[in-house]
């Protein structure tokens, strides 16, 4: 009897993967956004430090210049190290969310009220990336679910049956592009709305110019929303 329901298991699963799988990344894509977006950097004005500050919601800080965007969509930004005599102040908030700020420069330049914050931050909060911190395992966990996200979707691609839409190099390329979109096309596509054999499928080098002009565009609408919404509401 067990090995019967195995096999009949064995058999149902191709059936079962195919159903669940595009259900499964797109909840985990949903988790990752929803993650991503709340632990993303929003630009507040300097007035928005000094009343952290004097609430004691400060719970760890980083002056910079900038912030290093990776080339993977799933990679947490990150403030520049080795920049401490940036512009920018970035802090987290108790309740998981990353802010920024623009307030002239730090400990040492002629400007007083700089300094004077500087001293202010380093009495009260803990540095960058300090254990605990509620806004860096947010983060974490957005990177840890975007990598499962990718790590399944490129196990499906290269192990899965062949693509209808494109080859495997064309979907790689397109995998790539920023905000999971890519991934959730190649669902669409290939798994919910699974596209008529083709004669000719789009080759390797659609997808990587696919890419290219894909991250461009998607990176003009980000800003467009940006100053629409505002940086509240669209992160960045």
Do not use: K
């Not at 004691?56 to 799933?74: S, Y």
């Not at 914050?117 to 983060?139: E, F, M, N, Y």
């Not at 979907?171 to 054999?197: I, Q």
């Not at 890419?211 to 998607?218: E, F, S």
């Amino acid at each position: 009897m067990t090995s019967q329901r195995v096999r009949t298991l064995g058999r149902r699963l191709p059936a079962l993967t195919a159903v669940g799988l595009p259900w499964a990344l797109l909840l985990l894509w949903l988790l990752w956004a929803g993650l991503a977006w709340w632990s993303a950097p929003r630009e507040v004005p300097v007035d928005e430090l000094d009343r952290d500050l004097a609430a004691g919601r400060v719970i760890t800080f980083q002056r910079t210049d900038g912030w290093n965007d990776d080339a993977l969509w799933g990679d947490a930004p990150e403030p520049r190290y080795g920049a401490d005599q940036g512009g920018v102040v970035a802090w987290t908030l108790p309740n998981g969310q990353v802010r920024y700020t623009y307030d002239g420069g730090p400990q040492g330049w002629s400007d007083p009220g700089p300094s004077a914050r500087d001293a202010r931050l380093t009495a009260t909060a803990q540095v960058w990336r300090a254990d605990g911190a509620p806004a860096h395992r947010v983060s974490d966990a957005a990177v840890l679910t975007a990598m499962a996200i990718g790590l399944i979707w490129l196990f499906v691609l290269v192990n899965g049956r062949p693509p209808r839409v494109g080859t495997r190099w064309y979907w790689f390329w397109v995998g790539l592009l920023p905000f999971g979109v890519g991934v959730l096309a190649w669902v669409y596509r290939e798994r919910w709305r699974p596209a008529p054999e083709r004669a000719a499928r789009h080759s390797g080098w659609w997808g990587l110019c696919v890419l290219i002009l894909g991250a461009i565009g998607l990176s003009v609408l980000v800003a467009g929303l940006r100053a629409l919404l505002g940086g509240t509401v669209v992160p960045g």
